[in-house]
Each structure stands twice: as structure tokens, then as C-alpha cells.
């Protein structure tokens, strides 16, 4: 994906994010036209906005990695998550999510799944199976 489209299609915080040095160019360039335009030498305005461009652009894309991790870590209520590769609802959220499942099958084993939540529902779960399967 080019640089134009990364700006089109995710905006300009993205593109600060995946192109810090372009911003910096870019930021460079404002301040030397705008020195141009005051009849200033642009070349010490180019250098002086183009360090302000390189750290803001390289402050923005830290910034947004470091929100991008630790919302991957936190849920909305700030407590830590704990999603893991054994976690049952994890799964089949993946699974669901990949086409594997459908709708209905997904609704179903959430169900199953929501019914088994702790120790005690789910053995009470496998004792009426057993039972259900024994009668029949």
C-alpha cells in the first residue's frame, strides 16, 4: 500500500504511524514555504520544522503502538485480560470468525458453552447428558 493510499483510506494518524519521516518532510516543507512566504531563508525553517515534524511523527507512532498493546492487554473495565489459546470462548470466537462456524452453529455452542461456564454447572451438565443418553 502506498503512502497516498494509507493517508486516504486510514487518515492521517495512521499515516503519521506507519510514515513518521514523510511527516517530517512534510512539516519541514510547511515551515519553509511559510518562511518563503515572510521573506525568511528557508533552509534554517526546514531544518528547525522538520526536527518538530520528526518528533512529533515518531512520538505519534509510539504513542498509538503503546494504546495498541495495552488495549490488547486491558478489557473496557481496565482489568487485565487473559485470553489465551485454551480459553473455550476465545476458540470459538475464532472459529466463528474464520467462516468455520455458522451463525446458528456458533449460537448454539455459545449456549452449551455459557451453561458450563463454572466447575459446578458443567459437571450438573454432563450428568444430565449422561442421564438424558442413558434414558433413550
Known amino acids: 500500500m502506498s503512502s497516498l493510499d494509507t493517508l486516504r483510506e486510514r487518515g492521517v494518524v495512521r499515516f503519521v504511524h506507519d510514515h ?3 511527516f517530517a518532510i512534510g512539516v519541514g516543507l510547511v515551515g519553509a514555504g511559510l518562511a518563503l512566504s515572510n521573506g525568511v531563508n528557508p533552509l534554517p525553517a526546514f531544518t528547525n520544522m522538520f526536527l518538530v515534524g520528526a518528533i ?3 512520538a505519534v507512532s509510539y504513542a498509538t503502538d503503546i494504546a495498541s498493546v495495552a488495549s490488547d492487554r486491558f478489557d473496557s473495565w481496565g ?3 487473559t485470553v489465551t489459546a485454551a480459553d473455550p470462548l476465545h476458540h470459538l470466537r475464532e472459529r466463528y470468525a474464520t467462516g468455520e462456524l455458522t451463525e446458528s452453529e456458533f449460537e448454539r455452542k455459545l449456549e452449551r458453552l455459557l451453561e458450563t461456564e463454572t466447575r459446578e454447572s458443567a459437571s450438573e451438565h454432563l450428568s444430565n447428558r449422561q442421564r438424558d443418553v442413558a434414558t433413550e
Open 20 to 22: 513518521p519521516w514523510l
Open 56 to 58: 512529533l511523527g515518531l
Open 79 to 81: 482489568e487485565p485480560t
